[in-house]
T-cell receptor
Framework: SQQGEEDPQALSIQEGENATMNCSYK?????LQWYRQNSGRGLVHLIL?????REKHSGRLRVTLDTSKKSSSLLITASRAADTASYFC??????????FGTGTRLQVTL | SQTIHQWPATLVQPVGSPLSLECTVE??????LYWYRQAAGRGLQLLFY??????ISSEVPQNLSASRPQDRQFILSSKKLLLSDSGFYLC????????????FGDGTRLSIL
């Protein structure tokens, strides 16, 4: 079963705008990871945030984690057409297995 | 640097035929290896993972099996494919140390006719 649920399922914005995606999960985690998937391709790891961290930055990406609410958000600032992809959150519990959410499809238009 | 190769990229097979998908990793030793299936427009479902040669854990009952004959080789197989086996299959690896990112191959699009 899916551990994470992303919200919204789909998001369409214009280039230059910010995109925010949310992820909720159900059980305790060791860390939460965000991945990106271009259409028909494999997933690419974007960022990992540990359960004792609250915020992390990587370039135009900002991830927050609220373990009390069992939720995370991914913010992409100043979006570009090349950011068009599906974005997935994934959680890791006590084992090294990842449990993926259902994904957010982001469309960035010119 | 580490690379992961997965083939074929696309495959069309008749119902009842066998299946063999191969995944190899280069540039690392003793990786954890994973097979996922992704239904259209959905997240990934973990099918199998392996922490070493000959060590396979199955996550869901299904018509598929996995083998790891060498340290950096992971094979997904079926003796008789079902229509429900159609999907996008992804192989991934991660370091042995826990809670690390996973690195994915480009996937195999499997269509069963």
């Amino acid at each position: 079963s899916q551990q994470g649920e992303e919200d919204p399922q789909a998001l369409s914005i214009q280039e230059g705008e910010n995109a925010t995606m949310n992820c909720s999960y159900k059980t305790s985690i060791n860390n939460l990871q965000w991945y990106r998937q271009n259409s028909g391709r494999g997933l690419v790891h974007l960022i990992l945030i540990r359960s004792n961290e609250r915020e992390k930055h990587s370039g135009r990406l900002r991830v927050t984690l609220d373990t009390s609410k069992k939720s995370s958000s991914l913010l992409i600032t100043a979006s570009r057409a090349a950011d068009t992809a599906s974005y997935f959150c994934a959680t890791t519990g006590t084992a090294s297995k990842l449990t993926f959410g259902t994904g957010t499809r982001l469309q960035v238009t010119l | 640097s580490q690379t992961i190769h997965q083939w074929p990229a696309t495959l069309v097979q008749p119902v009842g035929s066998p299946l063999s998908l191969e995944c190899t990793v280069e540039g690392t030793s003793n990786p954890n290896l994973y097979w996922y299936r992704q239904a259209a427009g959905r997240g990934l479902q973990l099918l199998f993972y392996s922490v070493g040669i000959g060590q396979i854990s199955s996550e869901v009952p299904q018509n598929l099996s996995a083998s790891r004959p060498q340290d950096r080789q992971f094979i997904l197989s079926s003796k008789k494919l079902l229509l429900s086996d159609s999907g996008f299959y992804l192989c991934a690896w991660s370091g042995l140390r826990g809670n690390q990112p996973q690195h994915f191959g480009d996937g195999t699009r499997l269509s069963i006719l």
